[in-house]
């Protein structure tokens, strides 16, 4: 996917594979990044001036009203992702977005009461109840969705 996001201007397939996290529950499925066009732009030595891109994205027509009002908030969490202003303007197309087809969540097995107490055994040094808690159920998905069964 690298070559054909950087054939529509992105250095790597981050800002699409976070798109989601950066825009929002709003637009994260209903507003697709299209491409990043980057000026051209030469100083008096020949040399390349670095300016901000335009980030295309295309939407529908209802949400793409919303995003014009919006769209500020949305460059600003852009260039936050970025860590520099890479982008300075959005071009909003209306046309259908392609939803992403995601992955079924993978079904657990059930924990045994030896796995469940080895679980609570490791985490039993931890004060911080929201972190020995958090810690607790990630070992038990661990174990849980271990395919070779020695969990």
């Known amino acids: 996917m690298t070559p054909l996001c950087r054939k529509r201007g992105f250095a790597s397939v981050d800002i699409v594979a976070a798109w989601p996290e950066i825009v929002g529950p709003r637009y994260g499925k209903r507003v697709q990044p299209d491409r990043l066009s980057w000026p051209r732009r030469k100083n008096a030595d020949g040399e390349d001036i670095a300016e901000p891109a335009t980030l295309v994205v295309h939407t529908d027509g209802p949400t793409a009203l919303m995003l014009s009002h919006e769209t500020p908030q949305i460059i600003e969490r852009i260039n936050a ?71």
Not at 98 to 125: A, C, N
């Open 81 to 151: 992702f970025f860590g520099w202003a890479a982008v300075n303007r959005i071009k909003i197309n209306q046309k259908p977005v392609t939803q992403r087809v995601g992955t079924l969540p993978v079904s657990s097995r059930p924990l045994s009461t030896d796995e469940k107490s080895r679980v609570d055994r490791q985490v039993q040094g931890v004060e911080n109840d929201r972190l020995r808690e958090a810690l607790r159920k990630l070992g038990e998905q661990v174990i849980a969705h271990d395919k070779t069964g020695a969990g």
